[in-house]
Every structure is written in structure tokens, then in C-alpha cells.
């Protein structure tokens, strides 16, 4: 729908117009994709914290499946959970609530840009972060989840580190300033173009 600009009514768009309009619903499926992923990660969380559950009852089965999981090697033979092991399961499983929060906030926030409005406006479990989500600001919040996703798979690394090369440590540390340093571009040219749009007119 167009505005008539001499009677003030909503008119209909024309074919073309209205076609291309209408073409920011090819991307629902992408987002039922993405839904359909995020219940593949919460069926991984529960296998994940079941094994966990088991392994801690002494279960050895579990226990080598989680050492598995996670990559942890050692010279001695695991035959019991250690404070290192459980430290790398529990980050394996802030990261796919973290990789979840991700999804979470591509799947609502980009259908809520992209495609067509939720009118969640004063419901109770409106997300806060949605009441003002447009373009801008979805990247700079992607852009913070990454870096939070980057710096659980560090974390999980260096505490793993005997089981890793220095080129795999120099190269991951490398990765995560990557990112770093592009959310804080982002988040600046953000900020400029916020001000230009928003600063007063000079004459």
C-alpha cells in the first residue's frame, strides 16, 4: 500500500512494486531454519547435561563419551570426573546457550527488520532489546554475541591447552581480536551515523 498524496488514502502498489514487496517473505523459511537448528541444540544441551549427570554418578560409559566431546586427552587414564573436565563441559554448554542467544536474536530480531512487524508492543514477554531493534542495532548486538561465542572457545582452549599447538593458540587469540576490533568498528560507525542523522541542521 502507497499513500495518495493529493487524497491522503492508502492506495494499492502497483504489480511490480508490490511484488518486490512482497518478496521479504522468502526469507520465513530461513528463520524456521533457524528455529529447527536451535532445537538441534537444545536436544545436544540436555545429551550433553545428561551425560554430565551420569558421568557424576560414576557412570564410565558417560564419561567417555564427555571426554570425547570435548577433546580432553591426558597422559594418565580419565577414570573419574576432574575439575578440568567438568570447567570444559559446563562452557561447552554456556557456549550452546550463548550460540542459542544468537539464534534468538537473528530468528525475532531479523523477522521483526526484515520481513514483517510481531506487534509484540506492551506485551509481558516483550524482549527489552526489541522495543528499539532496527538495523544498526541487531548488528552491533550479533556482533557482541560472536565476541561472547569467541572468547567461551578460547576459554575452553587455553584451559585445554596441552592439546593444542601454539599455531592453533596464536592463530585463535588472533581471530578473537579479529572480532574485537570489527565490533568495535561497527559499533563506532554506528554511533557516527546516529549522530549525523540525529545532529542539528547547520546553516
Known amino acids: 500500500m502507497q499513500k495518495d498524496p493529493i487524497l491522503g488514502t492508502a492506495s494499492p502498489l502497483r504489480p511490480l512494486p508490490n511484488l518486490i514487496f512482497a518478496s521479504r517473505w522468502l526469507q520465513l523459511p530461513l528463520y524456521l531454519g533457524l528455529i529447527a537448528a536451535q532445537a538441534v541444540y537444545v536436544v545436544h544441551f540436555l545429551i550433553e547435561l545428561w551425560h554430565l549427570i551420569e558421568a557424576a554418578a560414576g557412570s564410565q560409559t558417560a564419561l567417555a563419551q564427555l571426554v570425547a566431546s570435548i577433546g580432553y586427552k591426558s ?49 509481558p514477554d516483550q524482549p527489552e532489546w526489541l522495543s528499539h531493534v532496527n538495523a544498526s542495532v541487531l548488528k552491533v548486538k550479533l556482533a557482541t554475541a560472536i565476541i561472547g561465542i569467541s572468547s567461551i572457545h578460547l576459554l575452553k582452549t587455553f584451559i585445554n591447552a596441552d592439546n593444542y599447538s601454539d599455531r592453533v593458540l596464536i592463530a585463535q587469540t588472533a581471530i578473537h581480536i579479529a572480532f574485537l576490533l570489527s565490533a568495535m568498528a561497527i559499533a563506532y560507525t554506528d554511533k557516527m551515523m546516529s549522530s549525523i542523522a540525529t545532529g542539528p541542521a547547520k546553516h
Open 75 to 123: 597422559t594418565i587414564p580419565v577414570v573419574s570426573l576432574n575439575e578440568t573436565i567438568i570447567m570444559l563441559v559446563v562452557l561447552a554448554l554456556i557456549d550452546v546457550v550463548m550460540i542459542s542467544n544468537l539464534l534468538i536474536m537473528v530468528i525475532v530480531g531479523g523477522y521483526e527488520t526484515f520481513v514483517s512487524r510481531m506487534g509484540l508492543q506492551g506485551h
